[in-house]
């Protein structure tokens, strides 16, 4: 269901969160509390190596009311998967 990208991503990130080496559910935990730290509208960068971030923060995003602009992970070991997300309320 996710690709490369869901919406526009060129939008800066207003901040970055570097959740890479946690599990489950350190990344939607922390990604909860960084969200609050921005502004509406702003976009949330979460970096991650946990394959459960995948479907986690789309829960999670589809939950909060808070809109997943593109997940995107590269080719690494281990794979780094990159969220970007719009703060929306």
């Known amino acids: 269901m996710l690709g490369t990208s869901l919406a526009t991503t060129d939008a800066k990130p207003a901040m970055v969160l570097d959740t890479k080496g946690l599990l489950c559910p350190a990344p939607v935990v922390k990604t909860s509390q960084a969200v609050k730290q921005i502004q509406v509208g702003d976009v949330l960068q979460v ?39 719009r703060r929306m309320k």
């Open 47 to 85: 970096l991650a190596t946990d394959p459960g971030s995948k479907p986690d923060l789309t829960s999670w995003s589809r939950m909060t009311g808070n809109e997943l602009l593109s997940v995107t992970e590269d080719g690494g070991s281990p794979k780094v998967y990159t969220f970007l997300i």
